[in-house]
């Protein structure tokens, strides 16, 4: 069955970086578009961003353009979410989904932006 395992989340000062990854399993990874969601207390689930299946095309949610970069890598089928110049507002549990979108969602890795 599709299965999405995230990590790499953790409690960071305003400014800092961390590296999300996401192991997808049950499904041809490189066939399809990969996504990253994020989910804050009280508010609904946005799409951050997203990669196509070979990697070519990007697209980021305004509020992390230019500070988040997406990726992934087909042989290892994990997608990456690379978050610099983290800001107290990035705090929200983090997931990853393919588009269309499949059920259900992992466990996600919570990214926590504090001084």
């Known amino acids: 069955q599709v299965q999405f395992v995230e990590s790499g989340g953790g409690l960071v000062q305003p400014g800092g970086s961390l590296r999300l990854s996401c192991a997808a399993s049950g499904f041809t990874f490189g066939a399809y578009t990969m996504t990253w969601y994020r989910q804050a207390p009280g508010k609904e689930r946005e799409l951050v961003a997203d990669?196509?299946?070979?990697?070519?095309?990007?697209n980021y949610l305004y509020a992390v353009e230019g500070r988040f970069t997406i990726s992934r890598d087909n042989a290892k089928r994990t997608v990456y979410l690379q978050m610099n110049s983290l800001k107290p507002e990035d705090t929200a549990m983090y997931y990853c989904?393919?588009?269309?979108?499949?059920?259900?969602w992992g466990q996600g890795t919570q990214v926590t932006v504090s001084s």
């Open positions: 990669i196509t299946n070979a990697g070519s095309r990007t």
């Open positions: 989904n393919r588009r269309p979108m499949s059920g259900p």
